[in-house]
């Protein structure tokens, strides 16, 4: 039981809906409540399959399906999300231009790259080497389940606070955004830089 409730955190903290929030601002905005819940369950689902998918096959999907190295899904998550940091410096948090648009093209952008992502897919397969196959599915549904209730909880937050506080929510966001992109260009580099590693290991 200590074992899946380890398991269950560290997805949750990769997924981390307090920071998931951020890159979805646009939408949080445009978007009514029920609009919403309905896209990010969408979204929670795709998420959920692939997380489920590598929780279950782990590496063979690289190494047999890909024919690649893990180590190359890194640098390119890296650099994408080296990217994504960097407009959200330059530009702040309404960067994520891709999310923008009708709510039925949203749910493939925000399950990727918002919610799967390098270190959300290498949780899953350390959940799959964790677990047996029923066991490591049911945590990685039960922390998508999780991350998206919290989201829809930090909609209708956002929702009631905006309209009497509207600048400092603004203001909120605007920080929590540079701030976030410290962060996520941090981890960028380093998921580059791991990936780099265990390239020049081989040689």
């Not at 990727?112 to 029923?134: E, N, Q």
Request: charged share 15%.
């Amino acid at each position: 039981m200590d074992d899946i409730a380890r398991s269950l955190m560290l997805l949750l903290v990769l997924l981390n809906p307090f920071l998931v929030v951020i890159y979805l601002v646009d939408v949080v905005e445009k978007l009514d409540a029920a609009q919403f819940r309905r896209v990010l369950l969408r979204a929670g689902l795709i998420s959920a399959g692939v997380f489920c998918a590598f929780a279950l096959l782990g590496d063979a999907i690289f190494s047999q399906l890909v024919n690649a190295e893990f180590a190359s899904f890194q640098i390119f998550g890296g650099v994408v999300f080296l990217l994504i940091g960097l407009q959200f410096v330059f530009r702040g948090p309404h960067a994520i231009e891709m999310l923008r648009g009708d709510a039925q093209h949203l749910a493939g952008a925000i399950a990727m790259p918002v919610l799967i992502g390098p270190g959300t897919i290498s949780a899953s397969v350390l959940i799959g080497k964790r677990h047996s196959a029923l066991s490591a599915c049911l945590v990685v549904a039960l922390a998508v389940l999780v991350c998206v209730l919290l989201l829809v909880a930090l909609k209708q937050l956002h929702d009631r606070v905006r309209p009497r506080s509207e600048a400092l929510v603004q203001r909120y966001i605007e920080v929590a955004g540079r701030i976030t992109a410290l962060v996520v260009g941090t981890v960028s580099i380093d998921m580059i830089m791991r990936g780099v590693e265990t390239w020049s290991a081989k040689f």
